[in-house]
């Protein structure tokens, strides 16, 4: 099952053939595109050159190119179609092409190439969301993704659109002359088609950016634009303020793939583009406190709304069931200074997790600690730390003080304090430095993520790979995200 999961995020960029200028199919109310280029091209040079891929797609990792291989041909043959590797391979490696109005984006549904999972909300969703692809075959393409999604074809002559059924819903499509488009409804197969043809405006012909944009972006292998806040990053701070519009642009680097989003916004109070200019630093006091686990985020203190939806990868999806724990952890925060951290591991049973805060001598925490003693928490001493030990829903909070920093953890003052004498200091770990030289100093947050001991844990492979997003602002007010690994 987990080879099968992992297979997915092999696919979207895999099923991209075009050959005629893509952004033809955009139609001018399209709110959003992505395209993908040459995916068979890159993968070669990744899985040469990044360990990432290596571990991903060679047969002594985990395989992912062959399995791959494997599934589409055994997805051909169930449809009565015979195919080998070379031709599934030259019938890929072209131009894909995502659009719509309504569709939501978030950045986890890119990284994870993951086209099943787009073209199962096709089920559900009524977005007028579509795809479009070239083949010299594009009914054996359908007849492929017909098996893959397990739907039966059904078309009336003379239609120009037909039906993707199955029990959990249907995906429409078009067959061209040469090209291929899937949509969630009707209209949404319809509007690339008359786009195509003439019949309707077109988006890079009525939106001088999304021009520049698609000129700008040829020599990448995955871009995207997006209008307004429909691309959501889900990494960094969250902000108040409104997003004018976001573009996206992947490409291998070196031996690493970078992914770099630039998201223009609209400030209606300048004093708050300088409060966040504000939160630029080089973060080097805190690369040299040492730290455990796979899984470190840096982030300002003041930004409390970020601080929740960090807390929500260790707690649950939903705050909800600890919204009281929640509120006072931000109140803690709200007396902090300078630069939060949350690490721990993400994938361990059970999961560990500690936010450390930087404390203000004139900080008057008494009714944060009032509040915890009204719900019960034990206290004593230990370690040079005064101990709030609070029973939660589920486990034990420990809230660790000292006179200069504040401790807020799920584990015990002893197993914190072993752990974190056996950590690393971000400065000597390798795989942070390799990453980190490759961004800008300042910036206002970051994210390392550990990727070779996730492997490990999961599969028991070893793997040198690590994953590091970082957050700055330009000038101008431009949020410039970049996310690496290798």
């Known amino acids: 099952m987990l080879k099968k999961i992992l297979v997915l995020t092999f696919l979207i960029i895999n099923f991209s053939l075009f050959s005629q200028n893509i952004t033809d199919f955009l139609p001018s109310n399209a709110g959003y595109f992505l395209i993908v280029r040459n995916s068979v091209d890159y993968f070669d040079y990744l899985k040469k050159n990044t360990n990432l891929f290596y571990v991903y797609l060679e047969k002594d990792g985990l395989g992912l190119e062959d399995y791959f291989i494997s599934l589409l041909s055994a997805a051909g043959y169930s449809s009565g179609n015979t195919l080998d590797e070379r031709k599934i391979k030259k019938a890929i490696n072209g131009e894909f092409l995502l659009a719509g109005k309504e569709f939501d984006l978030e950045l986890e549904d890119i990284i994870t190439f993951d086209p099943i999972y787009i073209l199962e909300k096709f089920k559900s969703e009524t977005k007028d969301i579509f795809l479009v692809w070239k083949s010299k075959e594009p009914e054996e393409l359908l007849n492929i993704i017909a098996s893959l999604l397990e739907s039966s074809i059904f078309k009336q002559d003379g239609d120009l659109i037909g039906e993707l059924r199955s029990n959990s819903g249907e995906v429409y499509f078009h067959v061209g002359n040469g090209f291929l488009i899937l949509g969630d409804t009707r209209s949404a197969v319809e509007a690339p088609m008359r786009a195509y043809h003439g019949e309707i405006g077109r988006m890079i012909d009525s ?44 490409n291998p680097e070196g031996h690493t793939l970078a992914a770099t989003m630039i998201q223009e916004n609209i400030f209606l109070d300048e004093s708050e583009k300088s409060r966040i200019l504000g939160y630029m630093t080089s973060k080097d006091e805190a690369l040299s ?37 929640a509120d006072l952890i931000v109140e803690f925060t709200k007396k902090s200074q300078g630069v939060a951290e949350i690490f721990g591991s993400i994938v361990a049973s059970p999961t560990s997790f500690a936010l450390r805060l930087q404390t203000s001598v004139n900080a008057d925490m008494n009714p944060e600690i009032q509040k915890l003693q009204e719900w019960g928490a034990k206290h004593y001493n230990t370690n040079g730390f005064e101990v709030y030990e609070l029973k939660s829903i589920f486990e034990k909070i420990y809230f660790l003080l000292d006179k200069t920093e504040l401790v807020i953890t799920n584990l015990s003052p002893e197993d914190y304090l072993k752990r974190l004498s056996a950590g690393k200091k971000l400065e000597d770990n390798d795989r942070y430095v390799y990453l980190k030289n490759m961004y800008k100093t300042e910036n206002i947050a970051e994210v390392f993520v550990n990727l070779g001991d996730i492997f490990y844990d999961l599969l028991g492979m070893k793997a040198d790979t690590a994953l590091l997003y970082t957050e700055s602002m330009e000038e101008n007010g431009n949020l410039i995200h970049s996310l690496r690994v290798y």
């Not at 990448?220 to 519009?245: H, M, N, P, Q, V």
């Not at 003041?302 to 929500?312: D, K, Q």
């Open 207 to 250: 939106e001088e950016e999304a021009a520049e944009f698609v000129k700008a972006s040829e020599n990448y292998w995955i871009t995207g634009y997006f209008d307004s806040d429909r691309f959501k990053i889900g990494l960094g701070l969250e902000y108040a303020f409104s997003t004018k519009r976001t573009t996206l642009f992947i």
């Open 289 to 325: 406190e040492k730290y455990f686990g796979n899984y470190l985020a840096f982030f300002p203190g003041g930004s409390v709304s970020t601080l929740r939806r960090e807390l929500s990868h260790w707690f649950d999806e939903s705050l909800e069931p600890y919204r009281e724990l």
